[in-house]
């Protein structure tokens, strides 16, 4: 069984070729990412395994479908970037990681608030310079805050279980069942206008449909707690980007950490650092002392790529022995 994995780095082939002893299979690191142009990269592969930017759309699908692949065996627990449909139509089973250490995405997103919050990167650079001084470093107790929790699926809940662990309310909205373990560490789910409104801190853990596209919008920030933070480690499309940026410098936004940006493709996972960036909306952000953005890192911890490696694999095997698992189905 042949595999070609887009968008690969060197971390790729580290884990996929350790989690390969256990199967065997022909893997191909391919650095460049998938679109319809590149789909001709994978003629001859049955399972072809892309990232969370590659474009995994009808024309792509069909050109690898032409080239005789028949999985797409995502390395992700989103899926956005692939059209189900067009996947179904065709006849090829789309896989995904479902579930691989969420632990990793929510201490991300804690990570992220505490550097907010406490100004880590600003102090630290200070310190660096001989600058021991504590003016515009003033923080505020997490304890005894609200935080609002978009989507209490896995990484909501072990988000939310940290967070009460800091002493916070929680708040959560979510349209499907509401948690029994959030319920009862005192979570109130709410609807999203009364979270919005209420939450001095909004972490958004939900998946990028087209439902939740730009959830959070100018309007939605218009509703948040003046001077509130808003966390973003789910994906980019969820936030209107070009919205954070008057919310930002009129002081209706306090706080903003991203670890997803909705034009992330073809910058994130890339060293840009000898390039001017072409992006306005992400250059304007960047400038902002009140904002840190990560580049899609929240899953990058070593347990976590060790999962992700061996499921996506599992997930082949599966379907080479015709009891395939962890299927992604179009909707409708
Ligand atoms: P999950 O499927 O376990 O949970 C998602 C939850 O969102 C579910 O409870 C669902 O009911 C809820 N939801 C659906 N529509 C909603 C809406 N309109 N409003 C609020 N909630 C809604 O998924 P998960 O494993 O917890 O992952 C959540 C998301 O995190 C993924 O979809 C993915 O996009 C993102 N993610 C990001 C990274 C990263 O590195 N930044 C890594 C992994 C996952």
Same mark, same amino acid.
């Given at each position: 069984?042949?595999?070609?994995?887009?968008?690969?780095?060197?971390? @790729?082939n @580290?884990?996929?070729?350790?989690?390969?002893?256990?199967?065997?299979?022909?893997?191909?690191?391919?650095?460049?990412?998938?679109?319809?142009?590149?789909?001709?990269?994978?003629?001859?592969?049955?399972?072809?395994?892309?990232?969370?930017?590659?474009?995994?759309?009808?024309?792509?699908?069909?050109?690898?479908?032409?080239?005789?692949?028949?999985m797409?065996?995502?390395?992700?627990? /989103?899926?956005?970037?692939?059209?189900?449909?067009?996947?179904?139509?065709?006849?090829?089973?789309?896989? #995904?990681?479902?579930?691989?250490? =969420?632990?990793?995405?929510?201490?991300?997103?804690? /990570?992220?608030?505490?550097?907010?919050?406490?100004?880590?990167? #600003?102090? $630290?650079?200070?310190?660096?310079?001989?600058?021991?001084?504590?003016? /515009? *470093?003033?923080?505020?107790?997490?304890?005894?805050?609200?935080?609002g929790?978009?989507?209490t699926?896995?990484?909501?809940? $072990?988000?939310?279980?940290?967070?009460?662990?800091?002493?916070?309310?929680?708040?959560?909205y979510? =349209?499907?069942?509401?948690? @029994?373990?959030?319920?009862?560490?005192?979570?109130?789910?709410? =609807?999203?206008?009364?979270?919005?409104?209420?939450?001095?801190? $909004?972490?958004?853990?939900?998946?990028? *449909?087209?439902?939740?596209?730009?959830?959070?919008?100018?309007?939605?920030?218009?509703?948040m707690?003046?001077?509130?933070?808003?966390?973003?480690?789910?994906?980019?499309?969820?936030?209107?980007?070009?919205?954070?940026?008057?919310?930002?410098?009129?002081?209706?936004?306090?706080?903003?950490?991203?670890?997803?940006?909705?034009?992330?493709?073809?910058i994130?996972?890339?060293?840009?650092?000898?390039?001017?960036?072409?992006?306005?909306?992400?250059?304007?952000?960047?400038?902002?002392?009140?904002?840190?953005?990560?580049?899609?890192?929240?899953?990058?911890?070593?347990?976590?790529?060790?999962?992700?490696?061996?499921?996506?694999?599992?997930?082949?095997?599966?379907?080479?022995?015709?009891?395939?698992r962890?299927v992604?189905?179009?909707?409708?």
């Amino acid at each position: 069984m042949r595999i070609i994995l887009f968008s690969s780095r060197q971390y @790729d082939n @580290d884990t996929f070729t350790e989690a390969n002893t256990a199967h065997g299979y022909e893997l191909h690191f391919q650095e460049s990412n998938l679109d319809s142009e590149t789909a001709i990269l994978a003629h001859g592969y049955e399972v072809v395994c892309p990232f969370v930017n590659d474009q995994v759309d009808a024309a792509t699908l069909e050109r690898l479908h032409a080239g005789g692949t028949r999985m797409i065996a995502l390395r992700s627990a /989103g899926f956005n970037h692939v059209d189900l449909a067009a996947a179904e139509r065709l006849g090829m089973l789309v896989a #995904r990681v479902p579930a691989y250490s =969420p632990y990793a995405v929510a201490e991300h997103a804690v /990570g992220l608030i505490l550097a907010l919050n406490r100004r880590l990167p #600003r102090a $630290v650079a200070r310190t660096r310079e001989g600058d021991f001084s504590l003016h /515009g *470093l003033l923080g505020f107790d997490l304890h005894g805050k609200t935080v609002g929790v978009i989507g209490t699926g896995i990484i909501g809940r $072990v988000f939310a279980r940290i967070m009460a662990g800091f002493g916070m309310h929680i708040l959560a909205y979510d =349209p499907g069942t509401p948690s @029994d373990e959030l319920l009862a560490l005192g979570t109130r789910y709410v =609807p999203l206008d009364t979270l919005l409104a209420e939450a001095d801190v $909004v972490s958004l853990h939900c998946p990028l *449909l087209p439902d939740t596209y730009h959830l959070i919008d100018g309007a939605a920030l218009a509703k948040m707690k003046r001077g509130a933070m808003l966390i973003n480690t789910g994906r980019g499309g969820l936030v209107e980007a070009n919205a954070l940026i008057g919310a930002l410098k009129d002081g209706q936004l306090g706080h903003l950490g991203l670890d997803v940006y909705e034009e992330e493709g073809g910058i994130f996972f890339e060293d840009h650092s000898n390039l001017p960036l072409q992006d306005d909306v992400l250059a304007r952000l960047l400038m902002f002392p009140n904002v840190i953005v990560t580049a899609h890192q929240a899953f990058f911890t070593r347990e976590a790529m060790t999962e992700i490696a061996q499921t996506t694999l599992a997930n082949v095997a599966a379907w080479q022995a015709g009891t395939p698992r962890n299927v992604v189905h179009a909707v409708g």
